[in-house]
């Protein structure tokens, strides 16, 4: 088929290379100039499957709600006249119970296992380089009530599937000597050593260069999606800024533009922009650094090592399709790397970045076919995007194909 992928974000990128490795005939259609410059450009950096909990939760309800008033804390919610943000709250809300915690927990890991093997396996087969380390990734607490309770939810991920070592300080401090100065403020963590880190921008660019030199797709950059034409329940054309793209079928791929898209033709598509800020910093003494991935959970505070380079990432903003940032909002994210790798780095040499996370009430993407015949959808990834999108193209491409997908798909397949 002809198929029009929109989006080349890491998702869509990874949809377009499956596709297109199935002998489709792929064109991806991308607003910005090149791949990976919208939420893919400077996440955390982490392919993190110790990740998959789910946001909605009875202790995220609390969070949520204190978020409103005190704009302190690693969720921020900017209250304004937005309908979409109020239904789509009140779809989160709904999610927080244990019970529907456990459920979505439990299919973003299958994906997020499944779509780290994928990346691997992508990376075998192309040579795709991208500071990635395998060494994975520690997720830390700074009080012994912190940890007792916070271990929580990373013993139901580690029922289904998910190996994780709970370690105490001194554990901790053997397998990343970079936190040995603050071994004192922490109680201990979450060991994950399946988990990896790397630059999703600079795999997004390698992945679109060999898609496009070996596998024949076809990207067109600086071009925006403006509507899509439509009859009789099929997609006729997508209409761009380049003009009419036509083809077979069409992959929505957008990120949190996805539900803008889809509620303009009654797709049920609860996608929302959530933002979070980021800081690339060169260290000064790499040393000084980590060795690993790891998250402050205590902080909420997220970082990896790429390459020479220290990721810092936090912050979970509710402001709408604001992209824009001040200095003051990287201050609490210096202070606490500063606190954790002192002498590592000057923040004055910082690239800032704030971009915005496409998040579904239950934290679980949408992939499959919408409502149109010819209409699918890959999207929807949130705040582990960069972990479930080699897994949920490959998947998405076998429901394209009508083949068997190589995981369980209950819970993955769209049904809006």
Known sequence: MKI?????????TAAAYYLAGDGHEVTV????????????????????????????????????????YNHDLGIKVRLRFDPYFLAWSLRFLRQCTRERLRANSKVKLRLALYSRDCINAICADTGIGY?????????????????????????????????????????LVELEPGLAGVKEKIAGGVYSPIDQTGDSRQFVEKLAAHA?????????????????????????????SAGPVTGDAVVISMGPESGLLGRRYGIDLPVYPVKG???TIPLEDEAKGPTMGGADEDQLIAYSRLGNRLRLASTAEFTGFDRT????????????????????????????????????????????????????????????????????????????????PEIDPQGLVYGG
């Open 325 to 404: 940032y001040r200095p003051s909002d990287f201050a609490a994210m210096f202070r606490t790397g500063k606190d954790l790798f002192p002498g590592a780095f000057d923040e004055k040499k910082a690239e800032l970045w704030a971009g915005l996370r496409p998040m579904m009430p239950n934290s679980v993407p949408v992939i499959g076919r919408a409502r149109y015949e010819n209409l699918y959808l890959d999207t929807g990834h949130g705040h582990v995007g960069w972990t479930m999108a080699c897994g949920s193209g490959k998947f998405l491409a076998d429901l394209v194909a009508g083949r068997k």
């Open 4 to 12: 029009t992928v929109l989006g080349a974000g890491v998702v869509g």
């Open 131 to 171: 500071d990635e380390r395998k060494k994975g990734i520690l997720y830390f607490f700074r009080s012994q009530h912190s940890l007792d309770t916070g271990t929580d939810n990373y013993r139901y991920l580690a029922e289904h599937g998910l190996p994780i070592e709970i370690v105490g300080r001194d554990r």
């Open 277 to 279: 800020y980021t800081a």
């Open 212 to 240: 496009a030199e070996k596998l024949g797709v076809k990207f067109l950059y600086g071009t925006t999606v403006q509507g899509l034409d439509m009859e009789g329940g099929r997609v006729r054309a997508v209409m761009t």
């Open 29 to 68: 259609v991308e607003r910005h100039q090149a791949p990976a410059r919208g939420t893919s450009q400077s996440n955390a950096g982490l392919v993190s499957p110790g990740d998959a909990t789910a946001w909605a939760s009875p202790a995220a309800l609390k969070t949520f709600l204190r978020g409103l």
